[in-house]
Nanobody
Framework: QVQLVESGGGLVQAGGSLSLSCAAS????????MGWFRQAPGKEREFVAA????????SYADSVKGRFTISRDNAKNTVYLQMNSLKPEDTAVYYC?????????????????????WGQGTQVTVSS
């Protein structure tokens, strides 16, 4: 069992930055790939970024490439999402998730059903 708790959301002006954290319980954190998703009102949950258990492979949605950076610290059981150059369309509830599936990483991590555990979410609001 893995429990995930996100933090770091808030209100920021367009062009600003926020850093999200996701703290995980358990001693098997490094065996999970970790993903960040977001869900805006009235929209489906969408993939943002993901990172392998070792941190060696990373994947981003096209909409955030060059602006967001995912990282992890396995010693602290934490995954991060640094968000720069924020836009109003980045406004959403951001969720972290943990999964373990075999296969092609970039194809697996964009699918919500390939994750076993989810956090409760943290709100990010970007004002124009």
């Amino acid at each position: 069992q893995v429990q995930l708790v996100e933090s770091g959301g808030g209100l920021v002006q367009a062009g600003g930055s926020l850093s999200l954290s996701c703290a995980a319980s358990g001693r098997t954190f490094s065996s999970y790939y970790m993903g960040w998703f977001r869900q805006a009102p009235g929209k489906e949950r969408e993939f943002v970024a993901a990172i392998t258990g070792s941190g060696g492979i990373i994947s981003y949605a096209d909409s955030v490439k060059g602006r967001f950076t995912i990282s992890r610290d396995n010693a602290k059981n934490t995954v991060y999402l640094q968000m720069n150059s924020l836009k109003p369309e980045d406004t959403a509830v951001y969720y972290c998730a943990a999964g373990r599936r075999p296969g092609v990483f970039a194809a697996i991590v964009v699918v919500t059903t390939n994750y076993d555990y989810w956090g409760q979410g943290t709100q990010v609001t970007v004002s124009s």
